[in-house]
């Protein structure tokens, strides 16, 4: 059974930062697409990074342009994993942030897109 599940969210005021984990598990992820997106009430989903691995050390990365220079995504093959460094958070950041991984190597921003999701964690950025 695919299980994606994310960790690492919270209570952090404007200027902080938070490190989201997302563990993978149920088969290997190495050639899936990652990606973060998230979700502020009223609001729909939206995209924030994506990481697709190419070779040896070389992966393809993209950004939402609201977060570009803030976050950054990686990933652990080994680990099955893929985490997202959060720094100088708004409060404009606050939303359930999800983990999702798609099967294909070309990286999409459209949530419908992606096959497998984890069931959120809350970031919460006080002003």
């Known amino acids: 059974q695919v299980q994606l599940v994310e960790s690492g969210g919270g209570l952090v005021q404007a200027g902080g930062s938070l490190r989201l984990s997302c563990a993978a598990s149920?088969?290997?992820?190495?050639?899936?697409?990652m990606g973060w997106f998230r979700q502020a009430p009223g609001k729909e989903r939206e995209f924030v990074a994506a990481?697709?691995?190419?070779?040896?050390?070389?992966?393809?990365?993209l950004y939402a342009d609201s977060v570009k220079g803030r976050f950054t995504i990686s990933r652990d093959n080994a680990k099955n994993a893929v985490y997202l460094q959060m720094n100088s958070l708004k409060p404009e950041d606050t939303a359930v942030y999800y983990c999702?991984?798609?099967?294909?190597?070309?990286?999409?921003?459209?949530?419908?897109?992606?096959?497998?999701w984890g069931q959120g964690t809350q970031v919460t950025v006080s002003s």
């Open positions: 999702a991984a798609r099967p294909l190597d070309v990286i999409t921003t459209t949530p419908s897109q992606y096959n497998y």
């Open positions: 149920g088969r290997t992820f190495t050639n899936d697409v």
């Open positions: 990481i697709r691995w190419s070779s040896g050390s070389t992966y393809y990365v």
